[in-house]
């Protein structure tokens, strides 16, 4: 974008946006000055929910004029980094650069009044984002804040310009070959889009996860850090895995401690028992003075409930063939060796899901071939990996498998109508006016808000996993004909020409349903959500089912 020509535009798109705001006010004061002389202003204008409406839609407006600024401001501040490097004598020393860098940004900081490493970065953030025009067009028009091109930014650092025009061409242009799906970014809370475009960067990072997980392990640390009232942070920067694992057996146990007699809430809890379990103290449950009996109760008398967790793995990235990142629920991408640990050691805890190498979708959850609710829970969980409501962040250890139409008004017991919601929106939604739209076996429900305004759902960016070269069998190839082109007649097989194999093989389908031999068995939608068979149900234990592909063999060419 040209300096001249670009401010101009950025300019008019703030002005229309300051013009829209004077006409939501004149609206507001004409319908305030109505209330206040006792008369009607319109037929059938209901006022106050004009009122209300106004007030959101000037909420939208700021939004979007904050970010039209934010624009203005990263172009600038790029701009001023630039003219500087422009200004030094090209036969200037490092010194001299280095120190001229330094000065600008402390220019800036000054000007802005903020910190030299807030100002440092916002140079850094602000050249990134310039640099990526479909970006700074979705900043500048007001689609997207400050907030989410920040995150494109970091997520683009230590990429290639290859690299980072893809990763951007895959989120932000709609005729790229894959776009991403369901909402776009500037519809997703920034945490939301960071997961996500997160994601989609171990997938496509030129350098393995694996080397890059282990370059990280070296930088693991404790930090502490005092805070007022006398309290003070403890952070610890930790393997997802290990980290995962603590999060959810603090979780798990302080639920086991909740009850009638306990005041603590689970967000007080979980740093109680993490300190019980450091500090190796039996009462240091105790949290604050007269907490009440389950304070003082030992760590080890408390029974830990287990917390299931999903282990979604390419099947060639189990077996040990490639390195593609796994998927560790609520946590994110893995290398595959953390997978391949985790899923090996037994553990009962984990739960393996393996996917399609066609199209990533998944071939199994755990004993796939019951018709029992569990296996249902765990698809949507798959499915949705966090509260489906609009903007929430909650993962899925602490979400509840909610009916979308209510079971008494004619909604079944399946995928299509069930997803996931934290127990705060889970309440929201019974006793409001929020609608969930429909689902899919593949994709969560997207929400309608009171006043009409459509949320869309974030879909998970499936895509077919990596298959090794070779393996599949020379002999289940060789001599195969695809779009009129004979496979490996004269040689071996080329990448192009598994392309063609691969597209024009049929789908993986599933295997007929086996259930075991029983007369007893019920369609869980045919049972009430009251009828106690649930209770008894629920207090099974779920075993963890042996591998269906233990004996499937790879071969090579």
């Known amino acids: 974008m040209g300096i001249g020509g670009g401010l101009g535009v950025m300019l008019e798109g703030v002005r229309a946006s300051v013009a829209a705001l004077d006409a939501l006010e004149r609206e507001d004061a004409s319908l305030a000055s109505g209330l206040d002389v006792g008369f009607g202003v319109g037929a059938g204008v209901d006022v106050l929910q004009r009122r209300y409406e106004i007030r959101l839609e000037r909420l939208e407006l700021t939004s979007r004029l904050e970010a039209q600024l934010a624009a203005v401001t990263a172009q600038d501040a790029a701009d001023a980094a630039g003219f500087q490097e422009a200004m030094t004598p090209p036969d200037a020393s490092i010194e001299d650069r280095t120190y001229g860098q330094m000065s600008v940004v402390e220019e800036i900081a000054g000007v802005l009044t903020i910190g030299s490493a807030a100002a440092g970065a916002l140079v850094e953030q602000s050249r990134r984002v310039c640099s990526l025009p479909p970006v700074f067009e979705a900043l500048s028009t007001g689609t997207m804040s400050w907030q989410h091109a920040r995150v494109v ?301 459509h949320y869309n759902p974030e879909h998970q960016d499936s895509e077919p996993t990596h298959w090794p070269p070779g393996s599949l069998p020379a002999h289940a190839v060789r001599g195969a004909v695809v779009a009129g082109v004979e496979l490996g007649a004269t040689g071996p097989v080329e990448d192009g020409q598994w392309q063609q194999l691969l597209a024009s093989m049929p789908p993986w389908s599933d295997p007929p349903v086996e259930e075991p031999p029983s007369e007893d068995l019920l369609d869980p939608g045919e049972l009430r959500p009251a009828d106690p068979l649930w209770d008894e149900f629920h207090a099974r234990f779920y075993e963890l089912p042996a591998d269906p592909q233990a004996d499937w063999q790879c071969c090579y060419t």
């Open 153 to 453: 930014a970091d997520e683009t650092e230590g990429l290639d310009a290859v690299g980072a025009a893809g990763l951007v061409a895959h989120f932000f242009d709609p005729a790229a070959p894959d776009p991403a799906r369901g909402a776009a970014p500037g519809e997703l809370v920034p945490s939301r889009f960071r997961a996500k475009i997160r994601g989609w960067r171990e997938r496509h990072h030129p350098e393995s996860i694996q080397k890059r997980h282990v370059k990280g392990l070296a930088n693991r640390r404790m930090e502490y850090t005092p805070d007022r009232d006398g309290m003070a942070w403890i952070s610890l920067y930790l393997p997802g895995d290990t980290a995962c694992a603590i999060w959810n057996r603090t979780t798990a146990t302080a639920r086991g401690l909740q009850g009638p007699n306990e005041p603590r809430t689970l967000t007080q809890l979980r740093p109680d028992i993490a300190a019980s379990l450091l500090l190796g103290a039996g009462n240091a449950l105790g949290g604050e003075s007269g907490a009440g009996p389950a304070g003082v109760t030992a760590i080890g008398k408390v029974p830990t409930p287990r917390a299931d967790v999903l282990v979604t793995v390419p099947v060639f990235s189990l077996l040990g063939l490639t390195d593609e990142p796994a998927m560790l629920d609520g946590f994110g991408p893995i290398p595959a060796s953390m997978a391949r640990k985790l899923l090996a050691g037994g553990a009962d805890s984990f739960y393996r899901v393996l996917v399609d190498p066609r199209d990533g979708a998944p071939l199994e959850i755990g004993r796939k071939n019951y018709r029992l609710t569990g296996a249902i829970k765990r698809w949507i969980r798959l499915r949705d990996a966090q509260c489906t409501f609009p903007g929430c962040t909650n993962k899925t250890p602490d979400n509840e498998t909610d009916h979308l139409q209510a079971w008494e008004h004619g909604g079944a017991t399946n995928v299509s109508n069930l997803a996931q919601l934290c127990r705060k929106h889970h309440r929201l939604k019974h006793h409001s006016q929020w609608a969930p739209g429909p689902a899919t076996s593949k994709d969560p429900p997207g929400w309608t808000s009171p006043t009409g305004r």
